[in-house]
């Protein structure tokens, strides 16, 4: 099992910035704490999408932090990505992986509990449990998850749990007592008139939280 040591995930397009400038807002994130970075265009072609990518990726590699791609295979091998993200709707794991052997970092959303230990979930390195709660960023899913839902999630798989979905401040801790290894957001951040402070204050608390445990 790949070690998976990013708990402060961030997931980004530029309609999740209300705005603010997407290249702006990464940077701030980054410098704020942002530990791997998910960039996620659903209406970009593939060639607008790659252009934006290459500039994601100098960012990330100034501040060394790893480039994940939403459900575009072509873009993530094109711009030498740290690796792809799919749902259950997008490219299918088992194929990314034939197409893709030295991709770094799968990601797969587990939507369902059915999806903990299917095929795609056995090819990929970490699993998105999402959403943990409602959110209209994630509209492509089935219900909601839940505290008590992670912790059953948590005690079915061995595979490192990102959570994912309507996540703010208030519920870190409760998030992270469950046992998964990241905390990802989207809109706590982007959304944010400050996202480098935004991405501080949630980092600082899964920093307090890992120092008391």
């Known amino acids: 099992m790949k070690t998976f040591d ?11 910035c209300i705005g603010k400038n997407l290249l702006w807002t990464i940077e701030e994130a980054i410098i704020g704490g942002v530990d791997l970075l998910q960039l ?18 100098a960012i990330c590699q100034k501040h060394d932090i790893p480039l994940i791609i ?9 711009v030498e990505s740290d690796g792809i993200h799919v749902g259950n709707s997008d490219a299918n794991p088992l194929k990314i992986r034939e197409a893709w052997p030295s991709c770094k970092i799968l ?8 999806h903990l230990n299917n095929s795609f979930a056995s090819v990929s390195d970490y699993l998105g449990i999402s959403p943990v709660f ?16 992670l912790i059953e999630a948590r005690s079915l798989t061995d595979k490192p ?3 994912i979905g309507g996540i703010h401040e208030k519920e870190i801790v409760p998030i992270l007592d469950t046992g998964v290894e990241s905390i990802c957001v989207v809109s706590e951040i982007a959304a944010h008139p400050d996202p480098r ?8 608390q899964i920093n307090d939280y890992y120092e008391k445990v």
Not at 40 to 57: I, Q
Not at 134 to 143: R, S
Not at 197 to 204: D, F, L, P, S
């Open 197 to 204: 402070k935004a991405a501080a204050n949630i980092k600082k």
């Open 161 to 163: 749990l990102v959570a």
């Open 70 to 78: 939403n459900d575009n295979l072509w873009v993530a091998q094109e």
């Open 107 to 114: 990601g797969y959303s587990a939507d369902l509990m059915e």
């Open 6 to 16: 990013f708990p402060l995930y961030f997931v980004v397009g530029e309609e999740n």
């Open 134 to 149: 409602k959110t209209p960023t994630k509209e492509d899913t089935l219900g909601e998850w839940g505290i008590e839902g």
């Open 40 to 57: 996620r265009e659903k209406h970009l072609n593939d060639k607008d999408f790659l252009l934006l990518a290459k500039k994601v990726k």
